[in-house]
């Protein structure tokens, strides 16, 4: 069983910043797109920021100029830098690893971050 291993969700108030730090396995880690799955309460799981295992990028257009995605091959680990947050930012964040050929996915338990004065 793959693990996907999130941290840094936390509370936060509006216009302040988080990291979240996802950790994989090092054999898929290299080979594998990973992402940035979000659920808020009552709302569908939506993908907020992908990045190839080559390094390229795409980002929701809420997120867009706010969030940055990045990838660490050295310490198997991707990240969600997540700057000027909202409330509407508010759910439970999720890693996200897929193979080269996209059928084979990954999930990580989630992590809340909370946007709130």
């Known amino acids: 069983q793959v693990q996907l291993v999130e941290s840094g969700g936390g509370l936060v108030q509006p216009g302040g910043s988080l990291r979240l730090s996802c950790v994989a396995p090092?054999?898929?880690?290299?080979?594998?797109?990973m992402g940035w799955y979000r659920q808020a309460p009552g709302k569908q799981r939506e993908l907020v920021a992908a990045i190839t295992s080559g390094g390229g990028t795409t980002y929701v257009d809420a997120v867009k100029g706010r969030f940055t995605i990045s990838r660490d091959n050295a310490k198997n680990t991707v990240y969600l830098q997540m700057n000027s947050l909202e409330p509407e930012d508010t759910a439970v964040y999720y890693c996200n690893a897929r193979s080269p050929n996209l059928m084979v996915t990954y999930w990580g338990q989630g992590t809340q971050v909370t946007v709130s004065s």
């Open positions: 090092g054999n898929i880690f290299s080979v594998y797109h």
